[in-house]
């Protein structure tokens, strides 16, 4: 069975500091990966997904994640916070591709000045 | 492309009565999937259809909610009758490929 773990509801950077969000899955088979942003009362927009290839993968503003098989991870990060930066993320992963996504519970991120 | 479209936005009702709750996919996409966003449980997948067809309702939480597919381009989730438990943001959601498109929710308050 597929599940999505994250580590830490929320998480607080200054502005400028390195983000860093963790998530975990475990799929039986090769996983695709996302990572979505919801910004307040909007809903959930891609920011990055894995599917094949490079398994370091570039984002929307700045954001990049890293698929590591071995550690079954696929952390987000971003070398430097911005304030606009802050919502709540989530990390995702589905086998088949398109459909029976299971999402992670959220991280929510604080910026602060 | 509009993105995928969701009514009504917000909706207060009282309890006992019947909530429709609309959405239009992106054209062309062959999926999509209703989810229920509250604090307490998170995202949560109801349903979900390919090509109109409901595959997997496993997450509806009860006989009073139902949701159909009428053609490529509306679906409908119904909850009757509403209770105040089912307060809650419900997003509708569509794909073709490997990524999900969200509307932007129907927040809905039952008193």
């Known amino acids: 069975a597929q599940s999505v773990t994250q580590l830490g509801s929320h998480v607080s950077v200054s502005e400028g500091a390195l983000v860093l969000l963790r998530c975990n899955y475990s799929s039986s088979v090769p996983p695709y990966l996302f990572w979505y942003v919801q910004y307040p009362n909007q809903g959930l927009q891609l920011l990055l997904k894995?599917?094949?290839?490079?398994?370091l993968v570039k984002g929307i503003n700045g954001f990049e994640a890293e698929f590591k098989k071995s550690e079954t991870s696929f952390h987000l990060t971003k070398p430097s916070a911005h304030m606009s930066d802050a919502a709540e993320y989530f990390c995702?992963?589905?086998?088949?591709?398109?459909?029976?996504?299971?999402f992670g519970a959220g991280t929510r991120l604080f910026v602060k000045a | 492309d509009a993105g995928v479209i969701q009514s009504p936005r917000h909706e207060v009702t009282e309890m006992g009565q019947e909530v429709t709750l609309r959405c239009k996919p992106i054209s062309g996409h062959d999926y999509l999937f209703w989810y229920r966003q509250t604090m307490m449980r998170g995202l949560e997948l109801l349903i979900y259809?390919?090509?109109?067809?409901?595959?997997?309702d496993s997450g509806m939480p009860e006989d009073r909610f139902s949701a159909k597919m009428p053609n490529a381009s509306f679906s409908t989730l119904k909850i009757q009758p509403s209770e105040p438990r089912d307060s809650a943001v419900y997003f509708c959601?569509?794909?073709?490929?490997?990524?999900?498109?969200f509307g932007p929710g129907t927040r809905l308050t039952v008193l």
């Open positions: 995702a992963v589905s086998y088949t591709g398109g459909f029976k996504t299971i």
């Open positions: 894995y599917t094949t290839g490079a398994t």
């Open positions: 959601a569509s794909s073709s490929k490997d990524t999900q498109y």
């Open positions: 259809f390919n090509n109109n067809v409901p595959i997997d």
